[in-house]
């Protein structure tokens, strides 16, 4: 987002995120993307493990308009008094309001979701909406795809409303109440692959949801696997059970069964299948949920 509203000429003059976190394996110190990208470019950059100790700076600034996306923690009245605080939520709103609203819209099997523009408020992702934007989702979407559609509405469409908002002429619109549903924060039990328990489409919609960022979870013959992509399979294999043939991978499922396509050893580099598994003495036997 940030490249964006540079790159639309739009005036950055700080950078507001959160702290540097560990990440990886190893858990290095390692700064948010915009954080990382701030530096980049030079632009003047804050990092308070609280939001409100940035309160002066942002005072200081002057701004007419603030833009925010995924910031990770809801904002405080001193803060959301200085100027309009413009979010770029990738969802219908209030379908989806949260922390994970496009996972879930693909979790859920949804054949649409969005892109909202709307004034932030103390309660969370319920301000009036500035401008919403459809976004089709069909079996080929995963979350890379969704996102990067998101920006490419998104970022205009944020451009406009700073511009409203510092022409004084931001309009926007109360948010609906019904239909609202909670994208809640994404947890292991939300990675997990259940064969015995999961249909084809559930099991398809949630390994397309994490890709390319965490991934779904299956057990092998009791080693756990990153299943990253899977497509459905016409073939009858029962449920936790595995088949070979030739070059695929089928896993039986409540319903039916689905090929899988790429998988990820714990530590090492995903694989097609058709590698992986010429890489194996013995072919896995069966499936389940991991533990």
């Given at each position: 987002?940030?490249?964006?509203?540079?790159?639309?000429?739009?005036?950055?003059?700080?950078v507001l995120s959160q702290p540097d976190r560990p990440a990886g394996r190893k858990r290095?110190?390692?700064?948010?993307?915009?954080?990382?990208?701030?530096?980049?470019?030079?632009?003047?950059?804050?990092?308070?493990?609280?939001?409100?100790?940035?309160?002066?700076?942002?005072?200081?600034?002057?701004?007419?308009?603030?833009?925010?996306?995924?910031?990770?923690?809801?904002?405080?009245?001193?803060?959301?008094?200085?100027?309009?605080?413009?979010?770029?939520?990738?969802?219908?709103?209030?379908?989806?309001?949260?922390?994970?609203?496009?996972?879930?819209?693909?979790?859920?099997?949804?054949?649409?979701?969005?892109?909202?523009?709307?004034?932030?408020?103390?309660?969370?992702?319920?301000?009036?909406?500035?401008?919403?934007?459809?976004?089709?989702?069909?079996?080929?979407?995963?979350?890379?795809?969704?996102?990067?559609?998101?920006?490419?509405?998104?970022?205009?469409?944020?451009?406009?409303?700073?511009?409203?908002?510092?022409?004084?002429?931001?309009?926007?619109?109360?948010?609906?109440?019904?239909?609202?549903?909670?994208?809640?924060?994404?947890?292991?039990?939300?990675?997990?692959?259940?064969?015995?328990?999961?249909?084809?489409?559930?099991?398809?919609?949630?390994?397309?949801?994490?890709?390319?960022?965490?991934?779904?979870?299956?057990?092998?013959?009791?080693?756990?696997?990153?299943?990253?992509?899977?497509?459905?399979?016409?073939?009858?294999?029962?449920?936790?059970?595995?088949?070979?043939?030739?070059?695929?991978?089928?896993?039986?499922?409540?319903?039916?069964?689905?090929?899988?396509?790429?998988?990820?050893?714990?530590?090492?580099?995903?694989?097609?299948?058709?590698?992986?598994?010429?890489?194996?003495?013995?072919?896995?036997?069966?499936?389940?949920?991991?533990?």
């Open positions: 987002m940030l490249r964006g509203l540079l790159a639309a000429g739009v005036e950055v003059p700080l290095i110190l390692t700064p948010p993307p915009v954080a990382a990208l701030a530096t980049e470019l030079g632009l003047p950059l804050l990092q308070p493990e609280r939001a409100i100790d940035a309160l002066d700076a942002l005072r200081a600034a002057e701004p007419r308009s603030i833009a925010i996306c995924a910031y990770g923690q809801l904002l405080p009245a001193e803060l959301l008094d200085i100027c309009p605080w413009l979010n770029l939520h990738p969802s219908l709103l209030p379908r989806w309001r949260g922390a994970a609203p496009i996972e879930r819209a693909l979790m859920a099997g949804d054949d649409g979701t969005g892109v909202a523009i709307m004034e932030t408020v103390l309660a969370l992702d319920e301000g009036p909406v500035v401008s919403c934007d459809p976004i089709p989702l069909d079996a080929a979407c995963d979350t890379a795809a969704v996102e990067a559609e998101a920006l490419r509405l998104g970022v205009p469409a944020l451009v406009r409303a700073i511009v409203a908002a510092a022409e004084g002429s931001l309009a926007s619109v109360p948010q609906a109440t019904e239909g609202a549903t909670y994208a809640e924060k994404l947890s292991r039990d939300d990675r997990l692959i259940d064969p015995a328990g999961h249909g084809a489409a559930v099991s398809l919609d949630r390994i397309r949801a994490l890709r390319p960022h965490i991934g779904a979870l299956l057990a092998l013959d009791d080693e756990t696997f990153t299943i990253w992509r899977a497509d459905l399979a016409a073939d009858a294999v029962a449920p936790g059970a595995v088949a070979v043939v030739g070059e695929r991978l089928l896993i039986g499922l409540a319903d039916g069964a689905i090929d899988i396509t790429e998988l990820q050893t714990a530590g090492k580099r995903p694989l097609a299948t058709a590698d992986w598994l010429r890489g194996r003495r013995t072919p896995p036997t069966r499936a389940a949920r991991p533990a």
